[in-house]
């Protein structure tokens, strides 16, 4: 069965795709998204701020607006029984 994490305004993501998580805002994290290109990006910020971004599997990557903190801890709510 799939847990899913609930990320706002219909947007969810499966908890097990989640192999990476990091602030949207510092350096390295910008270069990844630049290097990405959109094809490999995806958008589920809503119109919010973007707050972190998630490395998935297959080399993708969400944006999301959520605090790393609170992806972390709804990530971690998920996978306990």
Do not use: C
Not at 14 to 28: K, L, M, Q
Not at 45 to 54: D, S
């Amino acid at each position: 069965m799939t847990n899913w994490i609930d990320l706002g305004r219909g947007g969810a993501i499966a908890a097990h795709r989640v192999i990476g998580a990091a602030r949207a805002n510092s350096a390295p994290v910008k270069r990844l998204l630049q290097a990405a290109g959109n094809a490999r990006v995806i958008n589920l910020t809503y119109g919010e701020p973007r707050e972190t971004v998630l490395i998935l599997e297959g080399g993708y990557l969400a944006v999301i607006s959520l605090p790393l903190e609170a992806f972390l801890a709804k990530l971690y709510r998920s996978e306990t029984p």
